[in-house]
């Protein structure tokens, strides 16, 4: 019940198209879903957030879409750009239980 | 600024050998953590601590150990390296609160032979 499932494990996207990742989780006392952007031989950093109370959030060309019903979240990148190549995670964590529980991680490929 | 400041970069090692890996804020956060990162597998947390003096285990403690003396440093220390903990481990610190953004460190790459 504490896992998140990451897809794909890694997407390849032509420059200008949508980028989409999908994450589930099982547990229901999940509060707060952020999503992480890492490029290599750095850290990853907070690229958008989102909790359970609404249903979509959009921060530029990122969007996180939230379905609480069917216990998924995924990240739009819209007009995929190449400075968009990373790995990506979605996370979930709970109440006052602020330790994140990561997903598997997807590496995007933004083609030319 | 320089946020959170990881030290070595790199390192190899030998069965058996201990070493320890630094981790430095300078942002005054309450909390920090020490993740793993394995292909396939995420983060995986390690230990982390809420504050000076209070370290708690996370999900794969074992062969690891923490101590959390200053609020700005949070040593990791392997005790007897295995070729298992080859990995890369990253050190983050976020402020204390609900919600509140995790910032890394650029990583150590380790690797164990």
């Known amino acids: 019940q504490q896992q998140v499932k990451q897809s794909p494990q890694s997407l390849i996207v032509q420059k200008g198209g949508i980028s989409i990742i999908n994450c589930a989780y099982e547990?229901?006392?999940?509060?707060?879903f952020p999503w992480y952007q890492q490029f290599p031989g750095k850290g990853p950093a907070l690229l958008i957030a989102i909790r359970p109370d609404v249903s979509e959030k959009k921060e530029g060309r990122f969007t996180i879409s939230f379905n609480k019903s069917a216990k998924q979240f995924s990240l739009h990148i819209m007009d995929s750009q190449p400075g968009d190549s990373a790995t990506y995670f979605c996370a979930a964590s709970m109440g006052s239980n602020y330790q994140l529980i990561w997903g598997a991680g997807t590496k995007l490929i933004i083609k030319p | 600024n320089a946020g959170v400041t990881q030290t070595p970069k790199f390192q190899v090692l030998k069965t058996g050998q201990s070493m320890t890996l630094q981790c430095a804020q300078d942002?005054?956060?309450?909390?920090m953590s020490w993740y793993r990162q394995d292909p396939g597998m995420g983060l995986r947390l390690i230990h982390y601590?809420?504050?000076?003096?209070?370290?708690d285990q996370g999900e794969v403690p074992n062969g690891y150990n923490v101590s959390r003396s200053t609020t700005e440093d949070f040593p990791l220390r392997l005790l007897s390296a295995a070729p298992s903990q080859t990995s890369v481990y990253f050190c983050?610190?976020?402020?204390?609160?609900?919600?509140?953004?995790?910032?890394f460190g650029d990583g150590t790459r380790l690797s164990i032979l």
């Open positions: 601590s809420v504050g000076a003096g209070i370290t």
């Open positions: 983050a610190s976020r402020t204390g609160g609900r919600n509140q953004p995790q910032h």
């Open positions: 547990n229901t006392a999940f509060d707060y």
């Open positions: 942002m005054n956060h309450e909390y």
